[in-house]
């Protein structure tokens, strides 16, 4: 089964930092590639940043030079360092694993950036 935990969500003044993590399990994590979406009140989710598993990136252009994702492998746990956090990156934030067919998702943690 399944199954991906985020956590480090919560309230920062714009200008801050805050650091999410996703564990996974039940995936060959360190073959998997991993990705972070945001979803906002009355938006469609889109993606954040992705990372696979040899470690290349790509990343919306809202958050390049922002956002860092990154993964440990050993931990199978996938991070998205948020800096200068702005209030539009106010968003219920979801890890992500896809695998052929199916598509996992985390419970979600919730950012919010204050003006």
């Known amino acids: 089964q399944v199954r991906l935990v985020e956590s480090g969500g919560g309230l920062v003044q714009a200008g801050g930092s805050l650091r999410l993590s996703c564990a996974a399990s039940g995936i060959r994590f360190s073959t998997n590639a991993m990705g972070w979406y945001r979803q906002a009140p009355g938006k469609q989710r889109e993606l954040v940043a992705a990372i696979v598993s040899l470690g290349s990136t790509n990343y919306a252009d809202s958050v390049k030079g922002r956002f860092t994702i990154s993964r440990d492998n050993a931990k199978n746990t996938v991070y998205l360092q948020m800096n200068n956090l702005k209030p539009e990156d106010t968003a219920v934030y979801y890890c992500?694993?896809?695998?052929?067919?199916?598509?996992?998702w985390g419970q979600g943690t919730q950012v919010t950036v204050s003006a």
């Open positions: 992500n694993a896809p695998r052929y067919p199916d598509n996992y």
